[in-house]
């Protein structure tokens, strides 16, 4: 679910900020009546699930390889790759 802030004026609802939405994506708005300062708290709670999300995914993906290990470790003469 993505959160999005703003303002309903002169017909027209314009977002605090900048958003992402594909062009003729239906979506469906939901007008809730509060002060401004419950508005900052769930614009603010929307982003802060929108990085629990991520971080889940990025834990839920394979660490690096053993590999890894191996040939970070291997040194490297860089002083006589560069000569020529």
């Keep these: 679910m993505l ?3 703003g303002i ?7 977002p605090d ?3 992402s939405i594909p062009q003729k994506k239906k979506v469906k708005v939901i007008v809730e009546e509060g002060t401004t300062q419950d508005i ?13 999300n991520n ?4 834990n839920e993906t394979d660490p690096l390889p053993k590999e ?3 040939i970070l470790s291997q040194r490297i003469n860089f002083k ?5």
Excluded: S
């Excluded at 900052?40 to 629990?52: D, F, M, Q, S, V």
């Design 17 to 19: 900020e900048p958003v």
């Design 55 to 58: 971080l889940k995914e990025l």
């Design 80 to 84: 006589g790759i560069l000569k020529t």
């Design 40 to 52: 900052e708290i769930t614009g603010k709670l929307a982003k802060l699930e929108y990085i629990n």
């Design 68 to 70: 890894f290990d191996e």
């Design 8 to 14: 309903f004026e002169n017909e027209r609802f314009i």
């Design 3 to 5: 959160v999005i802030t």
